[in-house]
């Protein structure tokens, strides 16, 4: 290789004149085809951490054009061995360089016209440090267990929009064009790209250097082009049961290696399940998983490398709950279900980021369904995400999924788990109301069709419609994109109000947006959906039958509908079974009644689907709150609990029910323990003991119900959860005989019962294991303790730390501090006092949400503007003031307006 001389890029030098071109996007006369991109990585030590690099763009001209802009940052491109000729030839001479930080371009003018018929070819070479943020191409290091030496190794992570700090590029993902990769590296290491090594050679000047150079790459979006060098083990999986038999190696740590067993196996097996049922041929030979110290995400689908942090990648069933594993499962299917959703079909532009997300998500969940229904994760993971977007989207600052993004800022904003699981329950809602056939016939013509290019949400509609019209459904009649865009362009959801005429058997159905706080209220607000309307009879309630019986346009007023079989008066009417689509119902006063007596009623509670059983309590404590029905009726709901046996019912209660727990001080306080201790009592009856058989089961559906109901019984003072959490958890083992999934639990309730020695043994395991996996869970567990200066010492340990896998913990420990009304002031005292230090170690998420527990809480009196003067300059902070204010707005109006009535209804049951 020859030697590269640098000269810095100066925008001063090199133009003088300011970018005339200032939108984010960019210009579209030019088109990538190939790109041949070499990398020599450097990890020699910690002052050598670097990489040089030279990228060849092959490209076309869409359109006649002077300059070539293209994304680069934080590169120091060689500027005067930049070279671009055209296919035939002819080389072109760069009059001048200009960089827009703004938009992150490079932009190279040129004296001539570049023309439409010709090919070109632009050569330039570059440097940069490995980046210390896990993003773009990123340095990340791990101790031997051995030696304690630090290993370094680089990977890279290019979504959304870090490709172009690796490599000057086109990055817009529907910029696809195909790679070839070629890793320059150290013969110690290993180097991976998203393809197989072709071939390898020595370098010319550097000893032990070699250059290996990988098969091209199918077309692909920049952000999933991906490579590693790095010095990791690999672990072989079965070949996979893919019409390419894929070959599947996983890389990690020496010592975690026992630990990958479970997900090693999994990923091939899901990646063979979704090829199977999306009929789609996975196109590649190998796929590498490459569990990663740091990762800016949780893990990343790059086609044929993908990429976890390791924490997600490795479980040990002895000392981590279930719960953790099927979560990691589920992020795993997820990442394979990308590999169609996003690799294979790539999205035109972030502002669809639901499209790749979406479906990704609940092809995930359809994963587990099939690949391990013991779990019976699916309709958990439905109800789950079912209650995150019903809270979350009915307050008035939130936005639509599919939105414009113009900024690298707004682009990462979009990655939200509102985005994700709204994406998904959108795609389950056409999934329900479309039938299986239709469904799976669409998707996969959309697959199929869209194979290799990129889409807009549209492409999605117009597969789903035309899957209708051939299979001759009622759904053809249904102008889908009119349908699926007063979804996904609107930000809400409806209420849609059923008000039955029991003498004529005719219903009258209208709908308004969902909005939590009157005061925000936009009364001018006018959004309106298409709402699927299917009845179900107590009678003859088919709670599988989802597809729509009706539709309420938009724009369209109060609508009469005639129902087919037309229930007595003296049965209830129920709309939307499973809660196909996502909207909250509100009835009359009567059939709300006749609902609650069949609730009530030991033979047939289960008659009404369990999703609909757990909405209907969200819907009524919902509208409770709003005035729309009284705390009375919700009251009366709530009375069937005891006899309820399923998770999904209780959660939502529990849920709800404590985020308005949190608003209480004094008296109300201590009336609303009372009323939830009474509330778990008689689930946690039916709990075993902790010391029983039944709960050493690792794996097993009840865990999570049994969970619930030891957490919210130690935690309102059931008397002999507490005393079993103490008795256990004593002595010098420290209850190490607690089953795993409990342990949690009752190492929180014994070190908030003052169990000092607990806590320093706890603490000082923190301190000294590094088995990042159940950090987590110990700094949950610290954070249980009521004593604050205790804790605080705590707290201040972590933020002292420097490395990230140390303070991170930080979050853990204040939030389950926070949950604890009696050290909450305390703890939001020492998150605002040392605001400076979390600006800086936190991320923008991480402080909104503590910023809405403490301000939405009122756990800090602080004022606005106090606070304003305080976090003065702090970026992060000063973002979400103004939410976390109006969060406090309305849960001061909810305690002023609804506080008396919520707790008159429960005065009953005390
Ligand atoms: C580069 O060329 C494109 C296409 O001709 C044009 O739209 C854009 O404004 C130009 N950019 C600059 C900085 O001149
Ligand atoms: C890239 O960013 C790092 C950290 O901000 C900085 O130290 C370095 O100088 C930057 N390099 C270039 C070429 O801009
Ligand atoms: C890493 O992030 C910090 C804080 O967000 C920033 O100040 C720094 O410049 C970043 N470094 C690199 C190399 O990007
Ligand atoms: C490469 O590995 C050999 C043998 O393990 C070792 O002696 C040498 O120091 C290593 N070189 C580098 C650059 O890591
Ligand atoms: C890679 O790991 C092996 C053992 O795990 C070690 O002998 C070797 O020196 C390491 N090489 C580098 C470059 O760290
Ligand atoms: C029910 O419908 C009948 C027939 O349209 C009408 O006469 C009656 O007033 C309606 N009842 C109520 C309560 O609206
Ligand atoms: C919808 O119907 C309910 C119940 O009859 C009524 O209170 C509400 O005002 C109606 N809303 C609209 C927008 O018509
Ligand atoms: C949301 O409601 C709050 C009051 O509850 C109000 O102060 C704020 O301006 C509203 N925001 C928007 C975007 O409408
Ligand atoms: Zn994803």
């Known amino acids: 290789m020859r030697e590269l001389s640098y000269y810095l890029v100066s925008l001063l030098l090199a133009t003088g004149v300011l970018s005339s071109y200032n939108a984010y996007r960019l210009p579209t006369a030019l088109k990538p085809q190939h790109y041949d991109l070499r990398i020599l990585t450097h990890l020699t030590g910690p002052d050598e951490l670097r990489f040089e690099g030279r990228v060849k763009i092959d490209f076309q001209i869409l359109q006649e054009t002077r300059n070539i802009t293209l994304h680069a940052k934080n590169l120091t491109i060689d500027e005067a061995n930049i070279s671009l000729t055209s296919l035939n030839g002819s080389n072109y001479s760069i009059t001048n360089i200009e960089v827009n930080e703004k938009c992150e371009f490079y932009i190279m003018h040129l004296a001539e016209k570049l023309q439409l018929t010709e090919r070109y070819r632009l050569i330039m070479p570059f440097k940069s440090m490995l980046n210390a943020n896990d993003t773009g191409y990123y340095c990340s290091s791990f101790d031997d267990s051995v030696t304690k030496q630090a290993h370094y190794l680089a990977a890279t992570q290019f979504s959304p ?176 279900a990308h590999q169609w959703f996003g690799n294979l079909v790539a999205i035109k532009w972030w502002n669809d980021l639901w499209l790749k997300e979406g479906p990704s998500t609940y092809f995930g969940y359809l994963t587990l369904k099939s690949l391990m229904p013991e779990w019976g994760s699916f309709e958990r993971s439905i109800a789950n995400d079912l209650a995150l977007f019903f809270y979350q989207d009915m307050f008035n600052d939130t936005i639509a999924i599919s939105r414009s993004v113009n900024d690298s800022k707004s682009i990462l904003e979009q990655f939200t788990p509102y985005v994700y699981k709204k994406g998904s329950l959108t795609i389950r ?135 087919i079989n037309i229930p007595s008066p003296d049965e209830w009417l129920m709309l939307n079974p499973q809660v196909n689509s996502i909207y909250r119902v509100n009835y009359d ?223 853990q420990a204040v939030t389950s501090a926070l949950r604890r009304q009696h050290v909450a002031p305390e703890t939001a005292d020492h998150i605002l006092k040392h605001a400076t230090i979390l600006n800086n170690k936190f991320s923008s998420k991480e402080i909104k949400m503590l910023l809405l527990t403490i301000i939405g809480n009122s756990y800090t009196e602080l004022e606005e503007h106090q606070l304003r003067q305080q976090l003065k300059g702090l970026s992060k902070f000063e973002e979400h003031l103004r939410e976390a204010f109006n969060m406090r707005a309305i849960n001061r109006d909810w305690l002023t307006q609804r506080a008396e009535y919520f707790i008159r209804a429960l005065s009953k049951y005390l």
């Open 429 to 563: 809602m056409l999934h329900m109301l479309l039938g299986n056939d239709v469904f799976f016939t669409g998707i996969r013509n959309y697959v199929d069709r869209h194979a290799y290019d990129s889409v807009a949400q549209s492409d999605l509609w117009q597969a789903m419609q035309e899957a209708a019209v051939v299979k001759g459904t009622s759904a053809a009649a249904i102008p889908l994109s009119t349908v699926m865009d007063s979804w996904t362009l609107q930000r809400g959801y409806p209420l849609v109000s059923v008000i039955r005429n029991y003498t004529a058997g005719f219903v009258r159905v209208n709908q308004t947006r969902f909005m939590l706080a009157t005061a925000g209220e936009d009364k001018n607000d006018e959004s309106c959906w298409w709402i699927p309307l299917t009845f179900v009879n107590q009678l003859h309630g088919d709670f599988e039958q989802t597809q729509p019986q009706f539709w309420l346009e938009c724009p369209g007023a109060e609508k009469t509908v005639q129902l």
């Open 161 to 336: 929009t870090y490709a172009r700090t690796a490599f000057p590029c086109f990055d817009e993902p529907h910029l696809r064009a195909t790679f070839r990769v070629t890793l320059g590296y150290h013969k110690n290491y290993t180097g991976l790209s998203n393809t197989p090594v072709n071939k390898c050679v020595v370098h010319d000047t550097l000893e032990d250097y070699v250059w290996c150079e990988h098969e091209p790459l199918l077309s692909t979006s920049t952000y999933l082009v991906a490579y590693a060098v790095h010095n990791l083990t690999s672990v072989p999986a079965r070949p996979s049961d893919t019409v390419h038999k894929v070959t599947f190696r996983s890389w990690m740590q020496p010592k975690v290696v026992e630990e990958s067993s479970f997900l090693v196996e999994f990923a091939p097996k899901a990646l063979s399940y979704l090829e199977r049922l999306l009929e789609y041929t996975f196109p590649l030979h190998k796929v590498d998983q490459l569990a990663l110290p740091t990762h800016k995400f949780s893990a990343m689908e790059n086609w044929g490398l993908v990429t976890f942090k390791q924490s997600h990648f490795v479980h040990n069933d002895e000392v981590e709950m279930q719960q953790t594993k099927e979560n990691k499962a589920s992020t795993v299917a997820h990442e394979y």
């Open 589 to 811: 006063e009567r059939n709300w009644r006749m609902i609650i007596d069949t609730l009530n009623s030991d033979d047939h509670f289960r008659d009404i689907h369990v999703l609909n059983r757990a909405q209907l309590v969200d819907d009524l404590l919902a509208l409770a709150s709003t005035k729309h029905q009284s705390y009375e009726l919700a009251f009366r709901m709530l009375e069937y609990l005891p006899r309820e046996r399923e998770l999904l019912p209780w959660n939502t209660a529990i849920e709800v029910l404590n985020k308005l727990g949190a608003l209480f001080r004094d008296e109300m306080a201590m009336k609303f323990r009372l009323f939830m201790r009474k509330l778990v009592a008689p689930l946690y009856g039916r709990c075993p003991q902790i010391n029983s058989v039944e709960l050493r089961t690792k794996s097993s559906p009840s865990i999570a119900v049994y969970r619930l109901a030891y957490n919210q019984a130690c935690r309102y003072g059931v008397d002999d959860c507490v005393r079993q959490a103490v008795r256990y958890t004593q002595g010098t083992e420290y209850g190490t005989e607690v089953p795993v999934n409990y342990r949690d639990i009752m190492y929180c309730t014994s070190i908030g019962q003052g169990n000092d020695m607990l806590f320093h043994f706890v603490r000082e395991r923190f301190q000294n294991l590094t088995a990042d996996a159940i950090k987590e869970a110990w700094a949950t567990e610290l954070g249980c303790s009521p004593d604050f200066s205790q804790l605080q010492s705590f707290l201040d340990y972590l933020l002292q730390a420097t490395d990230k896998t140390t303070y991170s913990y930080y979050i």
